[in-house]
T-cell receptor
């Protein structure tokens, strides 16, 4: 069945350091989405990537979609304490959203 | 605008008791609806999804069931809860190939 894996599972960084999480799917995706879940909260949509090789930026966040549309990454430059949370990728195939296992980011002030 | 309501926010239930979690969507019609479970510190596990009234697809065999009695209503149920059913349950809706919108979640503790 469809599997979406994310690494690392946990990441602790000093404030100001960069952070990257990687997402890999076992099958080709229609699109990929990224969500952020703050502690105790629900996932909130960040962005969607559709095209092969697509790169999108949101301030300090850079999202990439692989050429084969099976992998993606989220890179945060100069992390801040407000970046704390769990970041999920979600692969979209047919009617389902298959979420990655998530990367929990802790930012140490 | 579209909104999604999920209740209750927290629930403590004894083992063997029944469960009913409700989710309703406003501002859209014929949405794809989803139930996810998130164990503590873990990812989102897709439990059920529905593309229309009475149409339920189950992703994993388990102690839970889902129903969609109305277009914008999605219910998660259990006849007898197990300890392993504890977790954070999230309802979501999403048109095909666009973002998923999540409810606030229900934190279920089975004791």
């Amino acid at each position: 069945g469809q599997q979406v894996m994310q690494i690392p599972q946990y990441q602790h960084v000093q404030e100001g350091e960069d952070f990257t999480t990687y997402c890999n799917s076992s099958t080709t995706l229609s699109n990929i989405q990224w969500y952020k879940q703050r502690p105790g909260g629900h996932p909130v949509f960040l962005i969607q990537l559709v095209k092969s090789g697509e790169v999108k930026k949101q301030k300090r966040l850079t999202f990439q979609f692989g050429e084969a549309k099976k992998n993606s990454s989220l890179h945060i430059t100069a992390t801040q304490t407000t970046d704390v949370g769990t970041y999920f990728c979600a692969g979209n195939t047919g009617n389902q959203f298959y979420f990655g296992t998530g990367t929990s980011l802790t930012v140490i002030p | 605008s579209q909104t999604i309501h999920q209740w209750p926010a927290t629930l403590v239930q004894p083992v063997g008791s029944p469960l009913s979690l409700e989710c309703t969507v406003e501002g859209t019609s014929n949405p794809n609806l989803y139930w996810y479970r998130q164990a503590a510190g873990r990812g989102l596990q897709l439990l059920f999804y529905s593309v229309g009234i009475g149409q339920i697809s189950s992703e994993v065999p388990q102690n839970l069931s889902a129903s969609r009695p109305q277009d914008r209503q999605f219910i998660l149920s259990s006849k007898k809860l197990l300890l392993s059913d504890s977790g954070f349950y999230l309802c979501a809706w999403g048109p095909l190939n666009t973002e998923a919108f999540f409810g606030q979640g229900t934190r279920l503790t089975v004791v």
